[in-house]
Every structure is written in structure tokens, then in C-alpha cells.
């Protein structure tokens, strides 16, 4: 019976192997055709979930921009975008250009780290993990540009004066490396630097020749305006990283002083410059040319290190800018500084706008001797009478971080569409638990409260706060809808049950923790 069985297995092999080579080209071709292509609009693949992983197996290079249907930025994007892989799909194929509509997709926000839209992501050889991001690219000419120095060289090797003199009088702005020899850690940084500054022309030479006549001696980057020389950094091994370069090099993109406007408001945040410092006041007041000649005159000193912006009161569009830093008409002029990354606001101490004043303001900062600002909201008399509790800066610690209740928290901007798209649910939500005693819905208006206990997220963000002697934050990462908060609720407050039976219980011992008497006390300064 043995010798049977073995006699079967090479024909069931063989029999399975000749099936497979059975199958004429012509019906492969039929197989694989069955897939259809994925669909293209104006020279953009139209990418979804369902065929994402395809698109990135399918090609070498693939740009795609994750967009919100219902925000203008994107609908600005898209168009150059588009233009961008027009005009490539003939001269480099194997680069395909795709955009996926990610409103509701918040696992793929989440994925590829979206914070804000639109938002472009470059992906090589099919590799969903770590993609490239393509910061800061607007134009169809600069998206390609990138690519092309994405895809091969980043910079041009420059031969003679006579090429230097031709790159830097082509563009308003240009960027030449001198160097001693091209095998270095400074070129390294440098080609790495041009690869996401597609805005202008980058060129590098280590020709004795071509540095003596421009008065270079050592490794140097400078850059170039309309032909003239505007900025030389000094290229040491190890000194200068490639964020430290694209900052200075972009600062030249804009004035030294910026006046905020809806032009002007996306090339701010693309210079990759964390601190911005903002003067508020009215450009039809008598004082305003010798204040801003005063604030002009303290910028150079910090190009790279701190932003200056210039935001006129008297713009009704810039009313999202006057509440987020709640500027009055009776404050101006007024100086702040934010910071990017932490959201902190710092107040200028002095009330007269001098150059000494800024310069001392700024300093003082760049120190880590500047003093935080900090605003809220006044608790209304009804905060707590609905189903959804009323949160502000002055009562959130008070109500947030305590020994008794879980409380969980929508942290919004009343003037953005997902924020007000989800109120009601969250109404819904405070309905549900309005009768449990230790569970507390709320929410707070983050532009016009700060909260210096939780690190600030593209709003709308949610965060739950379990009950328990000790400061604990749970971010949540759902979806946004009111059954997917409801099984996140309740499994928070399963696993606090749990923990709980496990420890004595403390009962009733106040709402305050050690931690956030610290905190309010920080507030109240």
C-alpha cells in the first residue's frame, strides 16, 4: 500500500505542473486583463483603498497627494498637480502622479502621519512604509523639479564663471556650493538640501578658479538674488544639517518682514522656521511707519532663527488670526511670539514697539526666559447643565484631571467644518452617559482657551481622561462616529474597573491632583 502511495505523488505533481503549463499565453493575457486599469483624471490616478497597494506594486515612482474634498488649499493643489503630470507623463513614465480622497479615511491619516491638507507623499518601489514627504511644492514647475532631483541629480556641476554667472542671474533666487574637493559631508548635505528646495536653481564647483573669483576660500553655500550675493553660510563637516540649510535657504523665499495675507499665509508655513514673531497693528495708523521700521530693523539679526510677520487690523480676512491670538482693538499694537510645534504664545513684556524691545523680546525667548501667555474663556454659569459640559482654560484642570470621574473630551474650533459636522454627535454621546455618575462629555474651544497639560493636535482631537489619583491621557484615534466613541468609552472604563479591584480604592478625596494644582497655578499666572 506504501509503494502505491508513493507511486501517486510524482503524477499528482506532474499532472498539476502540466495544468499549469497548459495555459496558452493568450489566456494569461485574458487573465491579467481582467483587471482593470485604474481610472486616471487629467494624468492623475484616481487612488482609493481598495487599490492603493496596487498602484504601488504597479509602479517605480508615484506621488500621491491625500487630499479633503471640501478644502480649497486641495482644490488649489490639485490643479498644478495635474499640470505637473501632464507634463511629465511623456518625458519620465515610470513617475505617475495619484491622489486619494482621505475625509473619511482616518486609519490612512493616521498611517502616513496627516496632519494637514493637502498633503503630498512620495513612494519608491512600491514601499508603503516611510514615504518621502514633498513639503512646501505649490507649482507644477517646482513639483517637478523635486522629482527630478528626487529621481536623479540634485545639483549642477558648474565648470566656469560663465555658468555661475548664467544660473544665478536666470532665476530671482539661487543657491551655489564652493567647495575644496566634491567628496565631502558638506556636498552630501548640501545635494540632500536641493533635493527639497525645488524652488530655485542649486549649482556646486570645487574649481580654484571659479571660488577666487567670487572671494571664496573656505567650503561656503551662498546665496544668490537677482545675481547678487545676499547670504554666505559657511560649510563646516558636521556644523550645518540639511533642516538647518533648507531654513536659511527658504527664509530668502519671503521679505524679512512678511505681511500676513491669504497669498502669503501658505508660503509662511512652508519655510520650515518653527518660531514666528507677529507685529498687530493698523498700516493706515500714524505711527505705523516708524513702529514698523523699528521691527524691520530687529529682523535680520534672527533670519532662520525666528519669522517675522507683519498682520494688519484693519484686514477683516484676518479675523481667524486676531481670535487665535486674542488681539483687541485696544491691545494694538501688540507683539507676539508662537511657536509652531508647542503652540505657546509669548506677550511682548514692553508696551512700545523699540528695535531694543524686539530685539530684547526675541533674545529673551531664543533663551528660554520669555514668559508663557496664556488666555481663556470665563466659566459660564450654565457650564454644566447640559449633557455635554463647557470646558475653558480656567476650569479644565479643576474638572479634567481628578480622582473620581472619567472625563472625555472634544477638543475643537468653532469655525472648522469637521468640528461643527461632529458636534451633534457629541451631543449624542453626552445624551448617552448623561445619567452615569463617574463619566463626564465635554468639550472646549481650543482657539479661544490654552491648555498648557495636553500637547495640541489638528483639531478636531479627542482625549480621555481616566479617574484615578494619577495624570493620565488616552488619545483616541477612532472613528468619528458615535458608536465607535461609545465602545472606546466603555472600554476604557472596563480596564479602570479592572485595574481598580485589583488596588484599594481611595473613595472620595477631591478633584484635585498634585499635578494639576501645578498646572492651574501656571494658568493663573
Request: aromatic fraction near 10%; hydrophobic fraction near 40%.
Given at each position: 500500500?506504501?509503494?502505491?502511495?508513493?507511486?501517486f505523488?510524482?503524477?499528482?505533481?506532474?499532472?498539476?505542473?502540466?495544468?499549469v503549463?497548459?495555459?496558452?499565453?493568450?489566456?494569461?493575457?485574458?487573465?491579467?486583463?481582467?483587471?482593470?486599469?485604474?481610472?486616471?483624471?487629467?494624468?492623475?490616478?484616481l487612488?482609493?483603498?481598495?487599490?492603493?497597494?496596487?498602484?504601488?506594486?504597479?509602479?517605480?515612482?508615484?506621488?500621491?497627494?491625500?487630499y479633503?474634498?471640501?478644502?480649497?488649499?486641495?482644490?488649489?493643489?490639485?490643479?498644478?498637480?495635474?499640470?505637473?503630470?501632464?507634463?511629465?507623463?511623456?518625458?519620465a513614465?515610470?513617475?505617475?502622479?495619484?491622489?486619494?480622497?482621505?475625509?473619511?479615511?482616518?486609519?490612512?491619516?493616521?498611517?502616513?502621519?496627516?496632519?494637514?491638507?493637502?498633503?503630498?507623499?512620495?513612494?519608491?518601489?512600491?514601499i508603503?512604509?516611510a514615504p518621502?514627504?514633498?513639503?512646501?511644492?505649490?507649482?507644477?514647475?517646482?513639483?517637478?523639479?523635486?522629482?527630478?532631483?528626487?529621481?536623479?541629480?540634485?545639483?549642477?556641476?558648474?565648470?566656469?564663471t560663465?555658468?555661475v554667472?548664467?544660473?544665478?542671474?536666470?532665476?530671482?533666487?539661487?543657491?551655489?556650493?564652493?567647495?575644496?574637493?566634491?567628496?565631502?559631508?558638506?556636498?552630501?548635505?548640501?545635494?540632500?538640501?536641493?533635493?527639497?528646495?525645488?524652488?530655485?536653481?542649486?549649482?556646486?564647483?570645487?574649481?580654484?578658479?571659479?571660488?577666487?573669483?567670487?572671494?571664496?576660500?573656505?567650503?561656503?553655500?551662498?546665496?544668490?538674488?537677482?545675481?547678487?550675493?545676499?547670504?554666505?553660510?559657511?560649510?563646516?563637516?558636521?556644523?550645518?544639517?540639511?533642516l538647518?540649510?533648507?531654513?536659511?535657504?527658504k527664509?530668502?523665499?519671503?521679505?524679512?518682514?512678511?505681511?500676513?495675507?491669504?497669498?502669503?499665509?501658505?508660503?509662511?508655513?512652508?519655510?520650515?522656521?518653527?518660531?514666528?514673531?507677529?507685529?498687530?497693528?493698523?498700516?493706515?495708523?500714524?505711527?505705523?511707519n516708524?513702529?514698523?521700521?523699528?521691527?524691520?530693523?530687529?529682523?535680520?539679526?534672527?533670519?532662520?532663527?525666528?519669522?517675522?510677520?507683519?498682520?494688519?487690523?484693519?484686514?477683516?480676512?484676518?479675523?481667524?488670526?486676531f481670535?487665535?491670538?486674542?488681539?483687541?482693538?485696544?491691545?494694538?499694537?501688540?507683539?507676539?511670539?508662537?511657536?509652531?510645534t508647542?503652540?505657546?504664545?509669548?506677550?511682548?513684556?514692553?508696551?512700545?514697539?523699540?528695535?531694543?524691545?524686539?530685539?530684547h523680546?526675541?533674545?529673551?525667548?531664543?533663551?528660554?526666559?520669555?514668559?508663557?501667555?496664556?488666555?481663556?474663556?470665563?466659566?459660564?454659569?450654565?457650564?454644566?447643565?447640559?449633557?455635554?459640559?463647557?470646558?475653558?482654560?480656567?476650569?479644565?484642570?479643576?474638572?479634567?484631571f481628578?480622582?473620581?470621574?472619567?472625563?472625555?473630551?472634544?477638543?475643537?474650533?468653532?469655525?472648522?467644518?469637521?468640528?461643527?459636522?461632529?458636534?451633534?454627535?457629541?451631543?449624542?454621546?453626552?445624551?448617552?452617559?448623561?445619567?452615569?455618575?463617574?463619566?463626564?462629555?465635554?468639550?472646549?474651544?481650543?482657539?479661544?482657551n490654552?491648555v498648557?497639560?495636553?500637547?495640541?493636535?489638528?483639531?478636531?482631537?479627542?482625549?480621555?481622561?481616566?479617574?484615578?489619583?494619577?495624570?493620565?491621557?488616552v488619545?483616541y484615534?477612532?472613528?468619528?462616529?458615535?458608536?465607535?466613541?461609545?465602545?472606546?468609552?466603555?472600554?476604557?472604563?472596563?480596564?479602570?474597573?479592572?485595574?481598580?479591584?485589583?488596588?484599594?480604592?481611595?473613595?472620595?478625596?477631591?478633584?484635585?491632583?498634585?499635578?494639576?494644582?501645578v498646572?492651574?497655578?501656571?494658568?493663573?499666572?
Open positions: 500500500m506504501k509503494t502505491h502511495h508513493f507511486f505523488l510524482p503524477l499528482l505533481f506532474l499532472s498539476g505542473f502540466l495544468a503549463e497548459c495555459i496558452s499565453p493568450t489566456e494569461r493575457k485574458l487573465r491579467k486583463a481582467k483587471l482593470p486599469k485604474i481610472k486616471k483624471e487629467n494624468s492623475v490616478l487612488l482609493k483603498k481598495s487599490n492603493f497597494d496596487r498602484a504601488l506594486k504597479e509602479t517605480k515612482y508615484l506621488l500621491v497627494e491625500f479633503v474634498s471640501l478644502s480649497q488649499a486641495s482644490q488649489n493643489l490639485s490643479k498644478e498637480f495635474a499640470e505637473a503630470a501632464r507634463l511629465l507623463k511623456k518625458e513614465p515610470r513617475i505617475q502622479f495619484g491622489k486619494m480622497d482621505v475625509t473619511d479615511q482616518h486609519d490612512l491619516r493616521k498611517e502616513f502621519n496627516i496632519q494637514e491638507f493637502p498633503t503630498v507623499k512620495f513612494f519608491v518601489d512600491g508603503r512604509e518621502i514627504d514633498c513639503k512646501g511644492v505649490r507649482q507644477a514647475s517646482a513639483f517637478i523639479t523635486w522629482l527630478k532631483r528626487r529621481t536623479g541629480p540634485s545639483t549642477v556641476l558648474i565648470n566656469s560663465d555658468q554667472e548664467a544660473i544665478i542671474n536666470a532665476d530671482d533666487l539661487s543657491v551655489i556650493g564652493f567647495f575644496k574637493e566634491l567628496h565631502n559631508d558638506s556636498v552630501e548635505v548640501f545635494c540632500e538640501t536641493a533635493k527639497d528646495v525645488p524652488e530655485m536653481p542649486f549649482g556646486m564647483t570645487s574649481s580654484k578658479d571659479i571660488c577666487a573669483h567670487y572671494g571664496i576660500q573656505t567650503n561656503t553655500l551662498v546665496v544668490f538674488k537677482k545675481g547678487k550675493p545676499v547670504h554666505n553660510e559657511v560649510l563646516e563637516d558636521g556644523r550645518r544639517n540639511k538647518d540649510l533648507t531654513r536659511i535657504i527664509t530668502f523665499t519671503l521679505d524679512l518682514v512678511t505681511e500676513y495675507n491669504l497669498e502669503t499665509s501658505v508660503k509662511i508655513f512652508d519655510v520650515p522656521v518653527e518660531n514666528h514673531i507677529l507685529l498687530f497693528i493698523p498700516t493706515n495708523s500714524k505711527t505705523f516708524t513702529t514698523y521700521e523699528n521691527y524691520k530693523s530687529a529682523a535680520a539679526e534672527f533670519r532662520g532663527k525666528i519669522m517675522f510677520v507683519l498682520v494688519n487690523t484693519n484686514e477683516t480676512r484676518n479675523g481667524r488670526i481670535e487665535y491670538f486674542r488681539i483687541r482693538e485696544v491691545d494694538v499694537p501688540a507683539v507676539r511670539i508662537l511657536n509652531l508647542s503652540q505657546a504664545k509669548y506677550k511682548m513684556p514692553a508696551d512700545e514697539v523699540t528695535e531694543e524691545n524686539i530685539r523680546f526675541c533674545q529673551s525667548y531664543l533663551d528660554g526666559k520669555a514668559k508663557l501667555h496664556l488666555s481663556s474663556e470665563e466659566i459660564a454659569e450654565d457650564w454644566d447643565k447640559l449633557p455635554v459640559k463647557v470646558l475653558v482654560g480656567k476650569n479644565f484642570n479643576r474638572i479634567v481628578n480622582r473620581t470621574m472619567t472625563v472625555f473630551v472634544m477638543f475643537y474650533a468653532p469655525w472648522s467644518y469637521d468640528c461643527r459636522k461632529l458636534l451633534p454627535i457629541w451631543d449624542k454621546l453626552g445624551e448617552k452617559y448623561q445619567s452615569h455618575e463617574d463619566v463626564i462629555i465635554a468639550k472646549i474651544d481650543v482657539t479661544a490654552d498648557l497639560s495636553v500637547v495640541m493636535d489638528r483639531y478636531p482631537f479627542f482625549r480621555l481622561f481616566p479617574a484615578g489619583p494619577d495624570f493620565q491621557e488619545p484615534a477612532g472613528e468619528h462616529n458615535l458608536e465607535a466613541f461609545s465602545e472606546f468609552l466603555e472600554e476604557q472604563i472596563k480596564m479602570k474597573a479592572e485595574t481598580r479591584e485589583k488596588g484599594p480604592s481611595r473613595g472620595m478625596q477631591g478633584v484635585l491632583s498634585q499635578k494639576e494644582t498646572i492651574t497655578e501656571k494658568e493663573e499666572l
